[in-house]
């Protein structure tokens, strides 16, 4: 009788498992580049890698800090310069092990070490000390209020993990290569890796020593990720239930979920604005015409600003899941106003002009490179464009292609046109002429592919992440976007709305950011 009612028992215990376990399979246009959390500063990068890494200090779904790997943090009475974060106990990495101060020391340093794409977000950072096994001291050099705002995309990983398996060394992207910290990872989240194929699937599973657990939803036991580039095919995996949840819904398929009783849309204004970069040096670097480069003179890039009809991309390519933009900055950010937003007057015949008077009345060629896997209508958007500056005689000769290939054009100083996009995980101008405007160098400039170089700015940018006078500062952002405006380094085109799909039964926290963190999905 006894062992009847044990076998019982465990077959209920057995099928409660079954029934809570919760499997989200998620699709976005393309896949994570790399898992070496600090390689790539990109977001579908960023995205994946923060369902089993975390920083010290997280954005939640709703934009606000929190604590995620430390649970305090305050600036020094007596110093400025000096900030403590008091680390949450009791946390462990995905092997076991414990986390403790060294391993921020070792991930800040690595993050700050010559092939990081992350040193740009903390280069205000003048050193970082363990003070014992829960508490860590960070210096700046020099006041930074905006400090614990630049820490959400820092992921910590294991150091004596890092050490044992070569990983300390951060991946050179560009140069193709691949790296232990690349394909595997040990964190601290609330999923960990089981098996990756790039490009094809990745798959995570709860991590059952989760500090989390009680705090948030977790729901999902395991994720299975899978980048399905072409949009029809998206959308066809999630309308036959090959996917429970999808970002980068084609914008001409919203009506289409919305009809479907199984289905439902969530929808937010993003954190992103896409534009494109002008190479202004006096050298073309694609030869695709004799003499100097024309788009070094201002009244070129004018030119082209003003041959750009982004209204006509908003309704046509984009149907109406955009919003106009006059500059490279989305209107989360401090610095944001309506005035700096206003969009370029499309104007072909002044187009023109300003090209003849530049000595360009025959127009030029010059190649466009754009990605067709990263953003909402990447690949459309810049056919609609190739052919807006044909109207005043610019040749553009489109590059499409993925990410993977695109954004090493760009940090490499490649391309002389090119499209990117651009989110303000700070909420913070600092962060866009840190790395857009600032003179390229090691610690700044970083996605500065337009070969711009502005002593002011680069002092003003600086300056501003030091500055304690909010008022004054503000008035100091103000006069940087000025500068910046009139030199026309960038063509803004829009600010992206953001449309995620998923079943009914997917309870998703939207994210201005575009940023899933699973652990605050349910399951309903």
Same mark, same amino acid.
């Not at 209107?331 to 104007?347: H, R």
């Not at 909402?376 to 000769?397: H, P, R, S």
């Not at 700070?426 to 405007?437: A, Q, V």
């Not at 502005?454 to 500055?467: F, G, R, S, V, Y």
């Given at each position: 009788?006894?062992?009847?009612?044990?076998?019982?028992?465990?077959?209920?215990?057995?099928?409660?498992?079954?029934?809570? !376990?919760?499997?989200?399979?998620?699709?976005?246009?393309?896949?994570?580049?790399?898992?070496?959390?600090?390689?790539?500063?990109?977001?579908?990068?960023?995205?994946?890698?923060?369902?089993?890494?975390?920083?010290?200090?997280?954005?939640?779904?709703?934009?606000?800090?929190?604590?995620?790997?430390?649970?305090?943090?305050?600036?020094? &009475? =007596?110093?400025?310069?000096?900030?403590?974060?008091?680390?949450?106990?009791?946390?462990?990495?995905?092997?076991?092990?414990?986390?403790?101060?060294?391993?921020?020391?070792?991930?800040?340093?690595?993050?700050?070490?010559?092939?990081?794409?992350?040193?740009?977000?903390?280069?205000?950072?003048?050193?970082?000390?363990?003070?014992? =096994?829960?508490?860590?001291?960070?210096?700046?050099?020099? &006041?930074?209020?905006?400090?614990?705002?630049?820490?959400?995309?820092?992921?910590?990983? =294991?150091?004596?993990?890092?050490?044992?398996?070569?990983?300390?060394?951060?991946?050179?992207?560009?140069?193709?290569?691949?790296?232990?910290?690349?394909?595997?990872?040990?964190?601290?989240?609330?999923?960990?890796?089981?098996?990756?194929?790039?490009?094809?699937?990745?798959?995570?599973?709860?991590?059952?020593?989760?500090?989390?657990?009680?705090?948030?939803?977790?729901?999902?036991?395991?994720?299975?990720?899978?980048?399905?580039?072409?949009?029809?095919?998206?959308? !066809?995996?999630?309308?036959? @239930?090959?996917?429970?949840?999808?970002?980068?819904?084609?914008?001409?398929?919203?009506?289409?979920?919305?009809?479907?009783?199984?289905?439902?849309?969530?929808?937010?204004?993003?954190?992103?604005?896409?534009?494109?970069?002008?190479?202004?040096?006096?050298?073309?670097?694609?030869?695709?015409?004799?003499?100097?480069?024309?788009?070094?003179?201002?009244?070129?890039?004018?030119?082209?600003?003003?041959?750009?009809?982004?209204?006509?991309?908003?309704?046509?390519?984009?149907?109406?899941?955009?919003? &106009?933009?006059?500059?490279?900055?989305?209107?989360?950010?401090?610095?944001?106003?309506?005035?700096?937003?206003?969009?370029?007057?499309?104007?072909?015949?002044?187009?023109?002009?300003?090209?003849?008077?530049?000595?360009?009345?025959?127009?030029?060629?010059?190649?466009?490179?754009?990605?067709?896997?990263?953003?909402?209508?990447?690949?459309?958007?810049?056919?609609?464009?190739? @052919?807006?500056?044909?109207?005043?005689?610019?040749?553009?000769?489109?590059?499409?292609?993925?990410?993977?290939?695109?954004?090493?054009?760009?940090? @490499?100083?490649?391309?002389?046109?090119?499209?990117?996009?651009?989110?303000?995980?700070?909420?913070?101008?600092?962060?866009?002429?840190?790395?857009?405007?600032?003179?390229?160098?090691?610690?700044?400039?970083?996605?500065?592919?337009?070969?711009?170089?502005?002593?002011?700015?680069?002092?003003?940018?600086?300056?501003?992440?030091?500055?304690?006078?909010?008022?004054?500062?503000?008035?100091?952002?103000?006069?940087?976007?000025?500068?910046?405006?009139?030199?026309?380094?960038?063509?803004?085109?829009?600010?992206?709305?953001?449309?995620?799909?998923?079943?009914?039964?997917?309870?998703?926290?939207?994210?201005?950011?575009?940023?899933?963190?699973?652990?605050?999905?349910? !399951?309903?």
């Amino acid at each position: 009788m006894t062992r009847h009612l044990l076998l019982a028992a465990t077959a209920m215990t057995l099928t409660m498992s079954a029934a809570q !376990a919760e499997t989200l399979r998620w699709a976005r246009a393309g896949d994570a580049l790399t898992l070496d959390p600090h390689a790539q500063n990109e977001g579908p990068t960023l995205a994946l890698m923060q369902q089993m890494m975390e920083p010290l200090v997280l954005r939640n779904p709703a934009g606000a800090l929190e604590g995620a790997l430390a649970t305090d943090w305050s600036v020094s &009475p =007596d110093n400025p310069d000096v900030w403590t974060f008091t680390l949450r106990q009791g946390v462990t990495f995905h092997d076991g092990a414990a986390f403790t101060a060294e391993d921020v020391v070792f991930s800040f340093e690595r993050a700050l070490s010559e092939n990081s794409d992350m040193k740009g977000l903390i280069s205000s950072i003048a050193s970082v000390e363990a003070v014992d =096994d829960h508490t860590v001291e960070i210096t700046t050099k020099g &006041p930074n209020p905006l400090l614990p705002a630049a820490l959400p995309n820092i992921l910590v990983i =294991d150091k004596d993990w890092a050490e044992t398996n070569g990983a300390v060394r951060v991946q050179d992207v560009e140069s193709g290569e691949e790296t232990f910290a690349s394909q595997n990872v040990n964190g601290t989240g609330p999923y960990k890796l089981v098996s990756r194929e790039s490009d094809a699937q990745t798959v995570l599973t709860a991590h059952d020593g989760y500090w989390g657990a009680g705090t948030f939803p977790l729901d999902y036991t395991d994720i299975i990720y899978t980048p399905i580039q072409n949009p029809s095919t998206r959308m !066809a995996a999630l309308l036959s @239930g090959e996917v429970d949840f999808i970002q980068d819904v084609p914008v001409q398929d919203l009506q289409r979920v919305e009809a479907d009783p199984a289905l439902k849309i969530m929808s937010s204004p993003q954190n992103r604005v896409i534009f494109f970069g002008l190479n202004t040096s006096d050298a073309l670097v694609n030869e695709t015409m004799d003499g100097p480069n024309p788009m070094a003179d201002l009244r070129v890039r004018e030119a082209m600003n003003m041959a750009i009809n982004r209204d006509a991309i908003r309704q046509v390519v984009m149907r109406g899941q955009s919003i &106009p933009a006059g500059v490279i900055m989305p209107p989360f950010v401090n610095g944001w106003n309506e005035e700096l937003n206003a969009v370029p007057a499309m104007d072909l015949d002044a187009a023109r002009a300003k090209l003849a008077d530049a000595g360009f009345a025959d127009g030029f060629s010059v190649q466009l490179d754009c990605p067709n896997d990263r953003y909402i209508n990447d690949e459309a958007i810049c056919q609609a464009t190739v @052919g807006m500056l044909a109207q005043i005689g610019v040749t553009v000769n489109l590059n499409a292609q993925p990410k993977a290939q695109h954004f090493p054009l760009v940090n @490499g100083l490649t391309s002389d046109f090119y499209m990117l996009g651009w989110g303000v995980p700070s909420y913070d101008s600092e962060y866009i002429f840190n790395f857009l405007y600032h003179t390229k160098e090691d610690l700044y400039g970083t996605w500065n592919g337009t070969r711009y170089s502005n002593p002011k700015l680069d002092e003003m940018t600086k300056a501003i992440a030091a500055e304690v006078d909010l008022e004054k500062r503000d008035g100091m952002i103000a006069e940087m976007w000025a500068m910046a405006k009139a030199d026309v380094v960038y063509l803004p085109i829009h600010h992206q709305v953001l449309n995620w799909a998923m079943k009914t039964g997917v309870g998703a926290a939207v994210d201005a950011d575009d940023q899933v963190k699973v652990k605050y999905f349910t !399951a309903e």
